[in-house]
């Protein structure tokens, strides 16, 4: 399984014991590279998991290499998402499986949400799609077997500030008069979770 955009790894534990025989996560961040590697000190190095510290764009060619292709919190930091999502699907092996989580639009049109600055003060946040768009997209990239999992808002109890994480957090981002809103005036935050798979 690969991990894009695996941030300090959590995610590559969880799937490996979840029955993952192997797992690669990528991530191009040197922090989240050190806290992978403090966990590996204490989980001993015979487990097959692993964190490259790279982009999805300078990784090695991997085509048609993983079953699974996870891809979570990376599709609105993309300034090409239609690019992103065709190098997701260069990745996996035929028949294999795209699981990609994301910010959507909560609208029933097919509609996309440019922020024209900061988003829930993000200012790395370039398009939020409606569920059905984001359809569009994974159709037009190639993918078959579309399928919207889960739709959930981001909530103050989830995403928190905590002794572990001082700083700010959801609610920092969100309207304090309406937390429907974020900060600046759009939707709040809500994640979908698309399956797909790419064609045998
Ligand atoms: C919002 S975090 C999501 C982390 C994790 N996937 C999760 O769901 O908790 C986005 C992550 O994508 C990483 N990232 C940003 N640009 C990337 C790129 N071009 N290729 C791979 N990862 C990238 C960031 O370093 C960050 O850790």
Redesign the pocket.
Known sequence: ML??????G??CWRMYGAGASTVIG????PL?LCQFMAISHFTGSHHPVFLLP?????LPDFSNTFDTV?????LY??RDPIG?LTRLKKLIRPGGELVL?TIILNSSTSNVLVPSGRYAKMNNVWFIPSPSLLETWLKRTGFVNIRLIDITPTTRTEQRRTEWMEYESLNDFLDPSNPRLTVEGYPAPERAVFLAEKPS
């Open positions: 991990d894009v955009g695996c941030g300090n959590y995610h990528i991530d191009p961040s989240f790279m982009k999805i764009e300078d996870f891809s979570m919190g990376l930091h993309r992103h989580e």
